[in-house]
């Protein structure tokens, strides 16, 4: 597969998802640069923004298997996982897996659910298995996890802790459309437009999970140059001493940007990273693997003012 191919193929797939997701084109583009580059993708905005259906299309138009999990105070990790159940029949157990062996995952509202539960995500998300009772149990090809949670509400949530933000390689902020774009949205409901049904919205499959698999090939074998190796690490090391964050981008950190902008450039149509392609996706990368300081979230700034003066003081290699 040419990176003109993967062109195609990624405008394929955008153009149906905008069937039925508007005004979200950089989001669409950006989630699936999460699924090329192997990783999962965190959605973080207020309610009623799409970001359950934007799971839902991508699933449909990648034909890939889906299944949403919502996380409540109350789950426990076999309702995620799977359970050994005893068959009086066959005087042994057996294995009945959870949702979580699908291609995508939806975790809506991740932090509705305790880190007890939140922690079971951690080997999924990862190592693209289950350990049930010291079996290990391989998760379906392709798989992802498309996550969602709330900003602003924080009454019955439990904040989601550093190791599992650092499984996703992506965390992005779904934008409010614009007036054009929410006038086209009513239109769209006043003719009839059903969310809950996606076929009727015209939504078919334009790719199989092979050519993902081709693609994420390919995306491996994007060429990047000693300078730009060395652009990502200085980028990561200077949000270690950025005197606004206490917790600056761990070498994970540097491996996700790495896998980002290639992903980035192969969309983009070229088989080579440059410096715009790690610019293009740091702020998506690093917002979520970085830390403000106290004192700097009182005085209003925010991880993504951070990152464009990381941005701005790290020289740009030529």
Not at 105 to 121: G, H
Not at 122 to 141: F, N, Y
Not at 202 to 224: F, K, M, N, S, Y
Request: charged share 25%.
């Amino acid at each position: 597969m040419t990176p003109s191919d993967t062109s195609r193929l990624a405008g394929s797939v955008l153009d149906e998802i905008e069937k039925a997701v508007v005004g979200r084109r950089r989001a669409l583009e950006l989630v699936l640069l999460g699924v090329l580059g192997r990783g999962h993708v965190l959605l973080e905005d207020v309610p009623g923004l799409g970001k359950t259906m934007m799971a839902r299309c991508f699933s449909e138009a990648l034909g890939l298997s889906f299944r949403r999990v919502q996380f409540t105070p109350d789950l426990l990790p076999a309702d995620i996982t799977g359970i050994s159940v005893y068959d009086p029949g066959t005087s042994r157990f057996d294995f009945r897996p959870g949702p979580v062996f699908t291609q995508l995952l939806l975790a809506d509202e991740i932090n509705r659910t305790p880190p007890k539960t939140q922690s079971a995500l951690l080997e999924v998300m990862e190592e693209r298995q289950v350990s049930v009772e010291g079996v290990p149990r391989p998760l379906p090809e392709p798989f992802l996890v498309i996550a969602t949670q709330n900003p602003i509400e924080y009454e019955g949530t439990y904040p989601l802790p550093e190791a599992q933000l650092d499984r996703f390689l992506l965390k992005l902020a779904v934008p409010l459309p614009n007036r054009d774009e929410e006038l086209g949205v009513l239109r769209a409901h006043h003719q009839g437009f059903n969310p809950r049904d996606l076929f009727a919205a015209g939504i078919r499959p334009v790719a199989t999970a092979a050519d993902l698999a081709a693609g994420r090939e390919a995306v491996g074998r994007v060429a990047v140059v000693d300078m730009v190796l060395g652009y990502i690490v200085d980028l990561c090391r200077a949000t270690r001493v950025s005197p606004s964050l206490e917790l600056g981008a761990s070498p994970r950190g540097a491996t996700a940007l790495l896998a980002a902008a290639k992903a980035w450039a192969w969309i983009s149509g070229r088989e080579y990273v440059t410096p715009d392609d790690v610019k293009a996706v740091t702020r998506s990368t690093l917002r979520h693997r970085v830390r403000l300081r106290p004192e700097a979230e009182l005085e209003g700034v925010t991880v993504d003012q951070i990152l464009d003066a990381v941005l701005g003081t790290v020289p740009t290699p030529r």
